[in-house]
């Protein structure tokens, strides 16, 4: 069966209300942190990964470890202090049930003051330029995924984030760039928006990391996907979404970017930070339906 008729049954499938996708869903999590020492001689490192608001059963390993909060947008996380041995390796596991919602809205003939921001980068306001006047939040969220689905293509992903400039600029940006210049294009003319980050909670996915937006209109918190919006359509995820639908298949792990944690500058808090640049690591994250 070709992508492009798998995709239909699948929006179909979404858009009826019949997929579980669409409805409340539990899962469990593991996140797994393979450290290495690869020198000659002992090393000492913090070690700090995010944890969802949402979660439940939580467990973790080993035990000597603190659950805190940062201050910018009161992410969760938990703080290991690890020793390793020369050329030991290490594995810090955790372990938690989380429950995923479905993010769906409707557009509402509402008005708001379409006047960019003072302060907005010139590249940002050219764009803002472009597009149609409206003054209609929801009709000007419409304009911009269509923006970004036109002039945007995925790639090079990162673990990092790709900026504004670089969305604009590069020939390839992952979904981190999309939602980067997303999140500008809104708040230029005011509107409120954040960066989501976290992980797919199935199978689907190459990549288990992924960033999307969440957006606040006339006191309404919901979730958008420009980069999925525009590779479902393309024939290049397996996933879906559309404007005014997130379905159940992934979990927010933290929100922003820019973070002081431990009185370290973190850009964005999805894979684990070290404080010590000589320990090599990796992330293994697991799910499975309950």
């Known amino acids: 069966m070709s992508m492009g008729i798998k995709n239909q049954i699948l929006s179909l499938y979404i858009e009826t209300g019949l997929s579980p996708y ?26 700090i990964a995010p944890l969802p608001a949402n ?72 764009i803002i330029q472009e ?30 984030l790709y900026s504004t400039t670089d969305a604009i600029s590069r020939s390839k940006v992952d979904c981190g760039g999309y939602s980067s210049l997303f999140i500008a294009l809104c708040k230029a003319v005011n509107i409120k928006a954040e960066l989501l980050l976290g992980f797919w909670l199935d199978k689907k996915a190459k990549e288990p990391m992924h960033a999307w937006v969440e957006v606040e209109i006339d006191n309404e918190k919901f979730q958008v996907d420009p980069t999925i919006n525009q590779l479902f359509k393309l024939g290049r995820a397996n996933h879906y979404s559309r404007l005014g639908l997130i379905p ?3 979990v927010i792990v933290s929100t922003g970017s ?16 070290l404080d010590n640049k000589n320990i090599t690591q990796s992330l293994t994250f697991h799910s499975k339906t309950l």
């Open 22 to 47: 669409t409805k409340e869903r539990n899962f469990q999590v593991s996140y797994t942190i393979n450290l290495e020492n690869p020198t000659s001689n002992p090393q000492v490192t913090k070690v």
């Open 258 to 273: 820019d973070l002081i944690i431990e009185g370290e500058k973190i850009k964005i808090l999805q894979h684990p930070h």
């Open 131 to 160: 597009l149609p006047v409206t003054n209609n939040p929801y009709e000007y969220l419409s304009l911009v995924n269509q923006y970004i689905q036109k002039n945007l293509s995925y790639g090079d992903p990162v673990t990092g």
């Open 248 to 250: 159940s298949d992934r």
């Open 55 to 126: 979660l439940f059963d939580l467990q973790f390993y080993p035990e000597n470890a603190s659950i805190k909060k940062e201050e910018k947008f009161l992410n969760t996380y938990i703080l290991w202090q690890v020793e390793l041995k020369p050329k030991e390796k290490k594995n810090l596991v955790t372990t938690y049930k989380i429950t995923s919602m479905p993010s769906i809205f409707k557009s509402k003939k509402i008005s708001f003051s379409n006047e960019v921001n003072p302060n907005t980068p010139e590249n940002i306001k050219s």
